[in-house]
């Protein structure tokens, strides 16, 4: 089955497509991937989190997120202090 690997990086998104065997997981394919990512990283599935052992089916798109570099209530209290 074909899966598509997308790793969100803060200059863009690289993406690369693996060939699987039926019944693949996402641990499976971050592992054939090439993608240097930590086993701590949030991944998903179309938007969607998922853990490691989650199946994957033929057509799927796994994420790899990266940490987000603020909290967004903390930005959000950050613009607001901005327009006072």
Request: with cysteine; charged share 35%; proline share 8%.
């Given at each position: 089955?074909?899966?598509?690997?997308?790793?969100?990086?803060?200059?863009?998104a690289?993406?690369?497509?693996?060939?699987?065997?039926?019944?693949?997981?996402?641990?499976?394919?971050?592992?054939?991937?090439?993608?240097?990512?930590?086993?701590?990283?949030?991944?998903?599935?179309?938007?969607?989190?998922?853990p490691?052992?989650?199946?994957?089916?033929?057509g799927?798109?796994v994420?790899?997120?990266?940490?987000l570099?603020?909290?967004?209530?903390?930005?959000?209290?950050?613009?607001?202090?901005?327009?006072?």
């Open positions: 089955m074909k899966i598509e690997i997308v790793y969100a990086r803060p200059d863009g690289e993406v690369r497509a693996v060939d699987l065997p039926a019944g693949a997981t996402v641990r499976d394919a971050l592992a054939v991937c090439g993608f240097q990512w930590e086993p701590t990283q949030p991944v998903g599935v179309f938007g969607k989190r998922v490691l052992d989650h199946r994957l089916a033929h799927d798109r994420e790899i997120y990266r940490p570099a603020i909290d967004p209530k903390e930005a959000r209290r950050r613009r607001a202090a901005r327009k006072k």
